[in-house]
């Protein structure tokens, strides 16, 4: 045989020897699309993950968190000053007064709906000049619109105004609010202000889980777990973002869809006439039927259970479902949240749920167990069909 034969030998060896490797790669990873509506806790799901089957988040990686952290707790003061105006409360002394006015200015509270229409426009434009073609590019170029860069706090204002007698007393009436009402993480950074100004603050993991920040585009993250690779897909769940949804069906293991139980008596910002809740219901009915997950699982969370428990005490589950007749107790409500979705899947469409609270450390520890358990045996079972 000539040299030529013998490399060209060479070469188809080294050719078969890389698809084996790539296909025995492709065999040992699970891809998990991520879906929901916005605030329904997904990306405290991916932060959990890498807390317990990640680098769990090293000292030296917090620092990185500050900057969110600080702009959460400038929009917990605005949001605040808002209900203070309502309240008739004002700033006492009219440096104090200034200072809150340009405060409010630099710092306004987050609009989705702003977001949203912007993050479409740099998408068309970002279209238009170099057009995609497959999955791997469209989630390069949804990941890299950062539209999103609000400017960064002063932490001595901050400071000066939380101290203010007006705004202590406007945060001791906030449980009169009947509507547009503090959030959770809201009330905590509020509560511990005092720490994260601190010159020496370093965010704990309560506080990284529950920063609230806007999800725009496509985040993809990667976890080494029983050596699989666990490829977690998380796509925008804004409502007009949700038709690029589809783009990321092929290849799925599995789809995780979260519902936020406590968003029964909110609205939607991209259209105030539609509950919350319910909008999420038509959603996962739009996704669980769609032909392309035919034989997907589905992973359902009805997140923010504590929430939830709470709410229902002074809030009636009739405001979302008007066939919900009681008794209005927290597992009666439960499950007839489960029930109206579990209603309207396809009958032979296999769906896992659980209840959960996303930011319980200890909680989602066990849960994060039992739900890979649950993907692995998924996996198992779509790879003997093939």
Request: charged share 25%.
């Amino acid at each position: 045989m000539n040299k030529s034969g013998r490399s060209a030998i060479a070469r188809s060896k080294s050719i078969d020897q890389l698809l084996d490797e790539d296909r025995e790669k492709r065999e040992r990873e699970i891809q998990i699309l991520i879906l929901g509506a916005p605030a329904t806790g997904k990306s405290t799901f991916i932060k959990q993950f890498r807390l317990h089957y990640g680098d769990r988040f090293p000292q030296s990686e917090r620092r990185t968190f500050h900057d969110q952290i600080h702009q959460n707790v400038a929009f917990s003061l605005v949001h605040l000053m808002d209900h203070m105006e309502r309240l008739g409360l004002k700033f006492h002394g009219p440096s104090v007064q200034k200072l809150a006015e340009d405060f409010r200015k630099k710092h306004p509270r987050i609009s989705l709906t702003k977001l949203t229409k912007k993050f479409k426009e740099e998408n068309e434009k970002a279209e238009v000049m170099c057009p995609v073609t497959t999955r791997a590019e469209l989630t390069k170029r949804l990941s890299s619109l950062d539209v999103y860069q609000p400017e960064v706090p002063n932490i001595d204002d901050m400071h000066t105004l939380w101290a203010d007698t007006a705004m202590q007393i406007g945060f001791e009436k906030r449980h009169t609010f009947e509507t547009d009402k503090l959030t959770f993480s809201s009330e905590y950074f509020l509560n511990h202000i005092g720490r994260i100004c601190h010159p020496n603050y370093l965010a704990s993991v309560q506080d990284i889980l529950l920063i609230r920040w806007p999800s725009l585009g496509v985040q993809e993250h990667q976890f080494i777990i029983d050596n699989f690779l666990y490829r977690m897909i998380d796509v925008a769940g804004q409502r007009s973002l949700r038709k690029k949804w589809i783009h990321f069906f092929d290849e799925v293991t599995v789809v995780t869809f979260f519902v936020n139980l406590a968003a029964f008596d909110e609205y939607s910002e991209e259209d105030p006439t539609v509950n919350s809740l319910y909008d999420s219901l038509q959603a996962f009915i739009e996704i669980v039927h769609s032909h392309f997950l035919d034989k997907t699982d589905f992973i359902l969370f009805f997140n923010k259970k504590d929430l939830f428990a709470s709410k229902i005490k002074t809030s009636s589950l009739s405001q979302c479902f008007s066939n919900f007749k009681g008794p209005q107790t927290l597992e009666t409500c439960i499950q007839h949240v489960r029930e109206q979705f579990l209603q309207s899947k396809p009958q032979q469409k296999q769906v896992y749920t659980h209840v959960c609270c996303a930011i319980d450390v200890t909680f989602m520890k066990d849960l994060l167990s039992c739900v890979i358990q649950c993907i692995n045996d998924v996996y198992i079972r779509k790879s003997k069909t093939y």
